[in-house]
């Protein structure tokens, strides 16, 4: 299953959301778009034109502009499958496009693709928990390697291996903060609230897909650490030292259950 996780397929990111919103933030250009997804077709700007009341020219300008933002997609066909004499006209259908703006950025659906994985390829004698873990691993992997192949680093230390780290975690929201040449903070959880309601899990596939693309991208000198901060993510990356956090998962439950106003003992992911 392709994951949008990939560096081959990435996400729409939160600015484009924010520019989306913005070009519809006109009252007539988010009237035309609206015509454009109910014709359920490609229609013509002047059949735009018409629904909206105004010229050719100016239906012209204002689809292009959705075009730009990625709202919309143009080509030059017949509509309705009408063979005319001369250039063909140049048609808008609605791009392959959803609109997510969040600030801070939640990626749910990150979360929503590893668990369905984990169900599809759930082993014999594994629990539904252990498959979550090594399907979170294995993306992580994945997006590492493929970060890898893409820039060709060659042979990384720690400095570098954070530096290629960054990019990809500002990319998915994670707002990663570099608070020394080999250690890499991350202030925002992604998964957040999610993490809040299931700590234990939640914290542990997000752990695991950082250590999965650490490895993936072989970066030397450098480990996904649990270490659960109030209003930050539960993970970061930092050369390895000698201590370690006290049961982890169990202190990322909870600070993310006190930020949710509830007890880690009311949460049925969380054991003792």
């Keep these: 299953m392709t994951s949008d996780l990939t560096p081959a397929s990435p996400p729409p990111s939160a600015a484009a959301g924010v520019e989306a919103v913005s070009v519809l933030a006109d009252d007539l250009r988010r009237r035309m778009y609206g015509f454009v997804r109910r014709a359920r077709r490609p229609v013509t700007r002047e059949e735009a034109a018409g629904e909206a009341g105004i010229s050719?020219?100016?239906?012209?300008?204002?689809?292009?502009?959705?075009?730009?933002?990625?709202?919309?997609?143009?080509?030059?066909?017949?509509?309705?499958?009408?063979?005319?004499?001369?250039?063909?006209?140049?048609?808008?259908?609605?791009?392959?496009?959803?609109?997510?703006?969040?600030?801070?950025?939640?990626?749910?659906?990150?979360?929503?693709?590893?668990?369905?994985?984990?169900?599809?390829?759930?082993?014999?004698?594994?629990?539904?928990?252990?498959?979550?873990?090594?399907?979170?691993?294995?993306?992580g992997e994945e997006l590492g390697a493929a970060t890898r192949a893409r820039t060709r680093p060659g042979r990384l230390g720690p400095e570098r291996s954070v530096t290629l780290s960054e990019a990809m975690l500002e990319q998915h929201g994670f707002e990663p903060h570099r608070q020394a040449p080999t250690e890499l903070q991350l202030f925002n959880c992604p998964f957040h609230p999610l993490a809040a309601r299931s700590p234990e899990l939640v914290c542990g596939i997000n752990h695991a897909f950082l250590d999965g693309f650490l490895t993936g991208?072989?970066?030397?000198?450098?480990?996904?650490?649990?270490?659960?901060?109030?209003?930050?993510?539960?993970?970061?990356?930092?050369?390895?030292?000698?201590?370690?956090?006290?049961?982890?998962?169990?202190?990322s439950a909870s600070i993310c259950a006190k930020e949710n106003g509830t007890s880690p003992a009311d949460d049925p992911g969380i054991t003792r």
Excluded: N, W
């Design 56 to 139: 050719a020219k100016l239906a012209a300008f204002h689809l292009d502009k959705l075009v730009a933002s990625g709202l919309l997609r143009s080509s030059y066909d017949s509509p309705g499958g009408i063979r005319r004499v001369g250039r063909k006209p140049k048609v808008y259908e609605p791009a392959d496009m959803d609109i997510r703006v969040s600030i801070p950025e939640r990626r749910p659906d990150v979360l929503a693709e590893i668990l369905i994985d984990a169900v599809l390829t759930e082993e014999p004698g594994e629990d539904a928990r252990s498959a979550a873990l090594r399907t979170a691993r294995h993306r």
């Design 217 to 251: 991208l072989e970066a030397a000198g450098i480990d996904a650490v649990l270490a659960p901060r109030p209003g930050r993510c539960c993970v970061e990356l930092r050369a390895p030292s000698g201590g370690s956090v006290q049961d982890p998962a169990a202190d």
